[in-house]
C-alpha cells in the first residue's frame, strides 16, 4: 500500500529532482562525463527533452518505456474523466467490444466451488461442434488442472481464447459419466451479442433490450426489430439502462430509423474540430412505431444521444431515472506499440442544443462520485430532488421544456423500488445464493427442463414445483437461516428471480427477461404507458 502511495508521487519527484540536479550538474559540469549540450530546451516539448536527458544522463540504467507508461495517466488526470491510456495488453480487449467477436471455444461459464461450469454451449460454434454440452465441468485445458485451484473468471478466459485456427485441449467431467471426456478443439470467432433479448410484451408492445453499442449492435437491433415487425408489433420499448455507450456510428444508425429525412439528430463542436452536423436520412423504416426508451443513472454516451435525438424531436418517450450524463466525444489515436490514447476533441449536442454532458471541474474523483450524491440527495427515489439548472432551459419540436447541463431527465419518472428488500433477501443475494441454486437445480433437471422452449413455460413449471422452498433449503445448508417473516416479505422477489435465472441457464435470455418483467417497475411503467397511447404533445416534463 506505501508503494502505491509513493508511485503516485514520482513524476513530481521527477520533476523537483531533476530541477536540483541539473543546478548541481551544472555547478559540477568541469567533471561531468555526459553533457545536456545540444539537446535542446524546447519549451514546447519538454517531457520530450527530460525524457532525453534521463536517457542520455541519468546516473543508473533505466527503463524509460516504464516511466512514459507510468506518467501517460497522471498527465492525462489533468484533463476531463473520459480522456483515456489504453495500453497495449489491453487493446486487443477494446477491440473484441467494439467489433463484437473475439476468438475462442464459444461457451458461457461460471465459476462455482471452484469448478468451471459450462452454462450454454453457443449453437454453431468450435464446442458444440465436437459436443461439449451445457452442465459439463471444464476440470483442464492443455494438460493444466483448473479444477479446485481457485481460478478466477480472466485466468479461464486467457486460456480458452486464443488465435483462430489454434487449437487447445479441454478435458470435461459429465453428469451421469465416471470417465473426464477430452475434446480438442479449434478456436474460432465467437461474436458478442449487444442486443441481449427482443420478444413481444403484449400483442401491440415488443421489448428489446441494448446492453452496448458497438459495430453490429445496428443490425442486431434491425433483426430484432424485424422479428416483433413478423408478430404485427407496432410499439416498441427499448431498453438502454446500464448501457455504458459504445460506438456514435451504430446510434445514430439506430435514431435514423426513427426520425424523418432531415431531422437533426445530434451536432458535435469543440475547440479544435468545427460543428458536425448528423442528420436523418431516408431510412425511417420505423416511422409508424411508436417508441419508448428505458434509461437509469448508469446511461451514457450513446444511449443518451438515442434518448436525447427522440425527446427532442418529440418522436418518443423516455421513461426511468436522469441518465448518467457523458456528452463528451472521444477521438482514438493508435501508437506503433499497440497502446492507444482516447482523446476528447468535443462535445456532442442533442437537437435542442442541450450539452448533457454533466460537469467535472472539481476533478475525477468528485466526477464520479455524482452517483453517491445523487443517491445522498434522494434522487434516484423522488423526482423532485432530481437537481435542474433553470439557466440551461431548451424546448422540443413542439415546446416542450427539456434542461441541460447534465444526463437525459426522462418524460415519466420511474424510482428504485426497494420493496420487498428484507435482510433475508439481501443475504440471499449478498451470497449469490439465487444464482448458485438455479445452476444447481438447472443441471440437476436439465433432462426435464430441456423440454420448455418459453420463458412461460418455464414459469409454469417451476411454479408448480415449488422451486423457491428448495431454494430455502438450499440456502439453510450455506449457512443462511430460514427467515419466515423475510421470506413472506421478498417472496415475489426471490420466487422470480430464482426462475427467471433457472430458464437463463436453460435457454438464455429469452427465457431470463419474461419472468423478470414481472418485478421490473421501470418496464411495467413503460408497459402501462403504451396501453394509455400518450402522444407526445400532450405530455408535459413527466417529473
Same mark, same amino acid.
Given at each position: 500500500?506505501?508503494?502505491?502511495?509513493?508511485?503516485?508521487?514520482?513524476?513530481?519527484?521527477?520533476?523537483?529532482?531533476?530541477?536540483?540536479?541539473?543546478?548541481?550538474?551544472?555547478?559540477?559540469?568541469?567533471?561531468?562525463?555526459?553533457?545536456?549540450?545540444?539537446?535542446?530546451?524546447?519549451?514546447?516539448?519538454?517531457?520530450?527533452?527530460?525524457? %532525453?536527458?534521463?536517457?542520455?544522463?541519468?546516473?543508473?540504467?533505466?527503463?524509460?518505456?516504464?516511466?512514459?507508461?507510468?506518467?501517460?495517466?497522471?498527465?492525462?488526470?489533468?484533463?476531463?474523466?473520459?480522456?483515456?491510456? +489504453?495500453?497495449?495488453?489491453?487493446?486487443?480487449?477494446?477491440?473484441?467490444?467494439?467489433?463484437?467477436?473475439?476468438?475462442?471455444?464459444?461457451?458461457?461459464?461460471?465459476?462455482? %466451488?471452484? $469448478?468451471?461450469?459450462? +452454462?450454454?454451449?453457443?449453437?454453431?460454434?468450435?464446442?458444440?461442434?465436437?459436443?461439449?454440452?451445457?452442465?459439463?465441468?471444464?476440470?483442464?485445458?492443455?494438460?493444466?488442472?483448473?479444477?479446485?485451484?481457485?481460478?478466477?473468471?480472466?485466468?479461464?478466459?486467457?486460456?480458452?481464447?486464443?488465435?483462430?485456427?489454434?487449437?487447445?485441449?479441454?478435458?470435461?467431467?459429465?453428469?451421469?459419466?465416471?470417465? %473426464?471426456?477430452?475434446?480438442?478443439?479449434?478456436?474460432?470467432?465467437?461474436?458478442?451479442?449487444?442486443?441481449?433479448?427482443?420478444?413481444?410484451?403484449?400483442?401491440?408492445?415488443?421489448?428489446?433490450?441494448?446492453?452496448?453499442?458497438?459495430?453490429?449492435?445496428?443490425?442486431?437491433?434491425?433483426?430484432?426489430? %424485424?422479428?416483433?415487425?413478423?408478430?404485427?408489433?407496432?410499439?416498441?420499448?427499448?431498453?438502454?439502462?446500464?448501457?455504458?455507450?459504445?460506438?456514435?456510428?451504430?446510434?445514430?444508425?439506430?435514431?435514423?430509423?426513427?426520425?424523418?429525412?432531415?431531422?437533426?439528430?445530434?451536432?458535435?463542436?469543440?475547440?479544435?474540430?468545427?460543428?458536425?452536423?448528423?442528420?436523418?436520412?431516408?431510412? &425511417?423504416? !420505423?416511422?409508424?412505431?411508436?417508441?419508448?426508451?428505458?434509461?437509469?443513472?448508469?446511461?451514457?454516451?450513446?444511449?443518451?444521444?438515442?434518448?436525447?435525438?427522440?425527446?427532442?424531436?418529440?418522436?418518443?418517450?423516455?421513461?426511468?431515472?436522469?441518465?448518467?450524463?457523458?456528452?463528451?466525444?472521444?477521438?482514438?489515436?493508435?501508437?506503433?506499440?499497440?497502446?492507444?490514447?482516447?482523446?476528447?476533441?468535443?462535445?456532442?449536442? $442533442?437537437?435542442?442544443?442541450? !450539452?448533457?454532458?454533466?460537469?467535472?471541474?472539481?476533478?475525477?474523483?468528485?466526477?464520479?462520485?455524482?452517483?453517491?450524491?445523487? +443517491?445522498?440527495?434522494?434522487?434516484?427515489?423522488?423526482?423532485?430532488?432530481?437537481?435542474?439548472?433553470?439557466?440551461?432551459?431548451?424546448?422540443?419540436?413542439?415546446?416542450?421544456?427539456?434542461?441541460?447541463?447534465?444526463?437525459?431527465?426522462?418524460?415519466?419518472?420511474?424510482?428504485?423500488?426497494?420493496?420487498?428488500?428484507?435482510?433475508?433477501?439481501?443475504?440471499?443475494?449478498?451470497?449469490?445464493?439465487?444464482?448458485?441454486?438455479?445452476?444447481?437445480?438447472?443441471?440437476?433437471?436439465?433432462?426435464?427442463?430441456? *423440454?420448455?422452449?418459453?420463458?412461460?413455460?418455464?414459469?409454469?413449471?417451476?411454479?408448480?414445483? *415449488?422451486?423457491?422452498?428448495?431454494?430455502?433449503?438450499?440456502?439453510?445448508?450455506?449457512?443462511?437461516?430460514?427467515?419466515?417473516?423475510?421470506?413472506?416479505?421478498?417472496?415475489?422477489?426471490?420466487?422470480?428471480?430464482?426462475?427467471?435465472?433457472?430458464?437463463? &441457464?436453460?435457454?438464455?435470455?429469452?427465457?431470463?427477461?419474461?419472468?423478470?418483467?414481472?418485478?421490473?417497475?421501470?418496464?411495467?411503467?413503460? +408497459?402501462?404507458? $403504451?396501453?394509455?397511447?400518450?402522444?407526445?404533445?400532450?405530455?408535459?416534463?413527466?417529473?
Amino acid at each position: 500500500m506505501e508503494n502505491k502511495k509513493y508511485l503516485i508521487y514520482i513524476p513530481i519527484l521527477l520533476a523537483v529532482t531533476l530541477a536540483t540536479g541539473i543546478f548541481i550538474g551544472n555547478a559540477l559540469k568541469k567533471n561531468a562525463q555526459v553533457s545536456a549540450m545540444g539537446l535542446g530546451f524546447n519549451s514546447t516539448n519538454k517531457i520530450g527533452t527530460i525524457l %532525453e536527458l534521463i536517457e542520455h544522463g541519468y546516473v543508473d540504467s533505466v527503463n524509460t518505456r516504464d516511466i512514459i507508461e507510468k506518467t501517460i495517466p497522471s498527465l492525462f488526470k489533468n484533463l476531463d474523466p473520459h480522456t483515456t491510456y +489504453i495500453p497495449p495488453r489491453m487493446m486487443k480487449e477494446e477491440q473484441e467490444r467494439m467489433q463484437g467477436n473475439f476468438s475462442g471455444i464459444g461457451v458461457q461459464f461460471s465459476i462455482q %466451488e471452484d $469448478t468451471v461450469r459450462v +452454462i450454454e454451449v453457443i449453437s454453431g460454434g468450435p464446442s458444440s461442434k465436437v459436443g461439449l454440452l451445457a452442465g459439463d465441468r471444464i476440470v483442464s485445458v492443455n494438460d493444466s488442472v483448473i479444477a479446485g485451484v481457485k481460478v478466477n473468471n480472466n485466468e479461464v478466459m486467457s486460456l480458452l481464447r486464443g488465435e483462430k485456427g489454434s487449437k487447445v485441449k479441454v478435458g470435461v467431467l459429465r453428469a451421469g459419466f465416471k470417465d %473426464e471426456f477430452e475434446f480438442l478443439i479449434t478456436r474460432g470467432d465467437i461474436p458478442i451479442f449487444s442486443v441481449d433479448v427482443a420478444y413481444p410484451i403484449n400483442d401491440e408492445a415488443g421489448y428489446i433490450k441494448v446492453s452496448r453499442f458497438g459495430e453490429q449492435t445496428y443490425k442486431e437491433f434491425m433483426d430484432g426489430v %424485424e422479428k416483433l415487425d413478423k408478430l404485427g408489433i407496432d410499439k416498441l420499448v427499448v431498453d438502454l439502462r446500464g448501457n455504458t455507450g459504445g460506438s456514435l456510428n451504430s446510434v445514430i444508425k439506430m435514431v435514423d430509423e426513427f426520425l424523418n429525412k432531415g431531422d437533426l439528430i445530434l451536432y458535435t463542436q469543440g475547440l479544435n474540430q468545427p460543428k458536425k452536423t448528423y442528420n436523418a436520412s431516408v431510412r &425511417n423504416t !420505423c416511422a409508424g412505431k411508436e417508441v419508448y426508451t428505458l434509461v437509469d443513472e448508469y446511461s451514457a454516451s450513446a444511449s443518451e444521444i438515442f434518448a436525447g435525438a427522440l425527446q427532442d424531436n418529440d418522436r418518443g418517450m423516455v421513461i426511468g431515472r436522469r441518465s448518467f450524463g457523458k456528452g463528451l466525444v472521444q477521438e482514438q489515436i493508435p501508437f506503433a506499440d499497440g497502446s492507444a490514447i482516447r482523446l476528447t476533441v468535443a462535445r456532442f449536442y $442533442t437537437p435542442s442544443g442541450r !450539452c448533457i454532458q454533466k460537469p467535472y471541474d472539481e476533478g475525477n474523483d468528485k466526477y464520479y462520485e455524482d452517483l453517491i450524491v445523487r +443517491i445522498q440527495h434522494g434522487e434516484l427515489h423522488q423526482s423532485d430532488s432530481i437537481h435542474v439548472n433553470d439557466s440551461l432551459k431548451y424546448y422540443t419540436k413542439k415546446g416542450r421544456l427539456v434542461y441541460g447541463g447534465g444526463g437525459i431527465i426522462p418524460d415519466f419518472f420511474v424510482p428504485v423500488d426497494t420493496t420487498g428488500y428484507s435482510n433475508y433477501f439481501m443475504k440471499l443475494i449478498q451470497r449469490g445464493v439465487i444464482y448458485q441454486f438455479a445452476y444447481a437445480y438447472a443441471d440437476q433437471h436439465r433432462d426435464v427442463l430441456n *423440454n420448455f422452449k418459453t420463458a412461460s413455460e418455464f414459469d409454469d413449471y417451476l411454479d408448480k414445483q *415449488n422451486v423457491v422452498k428448495e431454494l430455502y433449503k438450499y440456502a439453510g445448508k450455506k449457512g443462511i437461516q430460514f427467515d419466515a417473516k423475510g421470506a413472506k416479505e421478498s417472496g415475489l422477489i426471490i420466487s422470480t428471480q430464482t426462475k427467471a435465472y433457472i430458464a437463463r &441457464n436453460i435457454i438464455g435470455d429469452e427465457g431470463f427477461y419474461p419472468i423478470i418483467q414481472h418485478i421490473d417497475n421501470a418496464l411495467l411503467k413503460a +408497459i402501462e404507458v $403504451t396501453k394509455e397511447n400518450l402522444l407526445v404533445e400532450n405530455v408535459g416534463q413527466g417529473l
